[in-house]
């Protein structure tokens, strides 16, 4: 569940794909949770849940582990999940939003603000480091799906603000309160989706010099890798890689 930032790609390359894999489906099956708990457990009437299991489906996640997730939503401690969000500024002055869905605040907001410390930044009070970003609704089609052309019109009907055609993806873009609307009529002709999500994109990107990106790249996958995180967005960007 990788934030919206241009070093998601570069810990692929970290040669950590089962640990990766594990997290992913972690993070996933609590979302799915929550998200069955919160509204019905039939896909088709609840949008938060069906772009949870489309994500999953994405990430390759074996259907038992789906079920269980979803019959997970029925015991009593899925009543105290909160979703939470933190802002504040990592090595080198680069904003960070951390968004966390989690059972205990207190104990999230002890690991989060240690990892912060530990890399020299700080954490910061909510609306410190937001005003750097752009919140949208963002929406990932992989490119098998449906060509470059047929996408930018498919995004035109749907109401979508924009459309680009990465490597290996379409990223739709679209304001965070429409993005279940344009998603049902994508569903019309996409029937599968990479992910649905609420983003924070960067107004503007941080440089970080090559001989400091290391001590960057650690610090926010620390931060990814954390139980309670879901998400994890920065404007930090790494030159040329």
Known sequence: MSGHSKW???????????????KVFSKISKEISVATKLGDKDPDMNPRLRSAIQAARSANMPKDNIDRAINKSSSSNENNFENLRYEGFGPNKIAVIVEALTDNKNRT???????????????????????????????????????????????????ADECISHEDFHEIQCAMNEIYNVKKKLEKIIANFISTEIEWLPLNNVDVAKDREEAAIEFLETLEDDDDVQNVFSNVNFGNN
């Not at 970290?14 to 990766?20: I, V, Y």
């Not at 480091?129 to 749907?158: P, R, V």
């Open 8 to 22: 998601a790609s570069i810990k692929h390359s970290k040669g950590k794909a089962d640990k990766q894999r594990s």
């Open 109 to 159: 907001a002890s690991n989060i603000r240690t990892i912060f410390q530990k890399s020299g930044g700080n954490l910061g009070t909510q609306g410190s480091a937001a005003h750097n970003f752009n919140q949208l609704g963002i929406i990932k089609i992989n490119k098998k799906e449906i060509s470059d052309e047929k996408i930018l019109d498919l995004a035109i009907e749907s109401g």
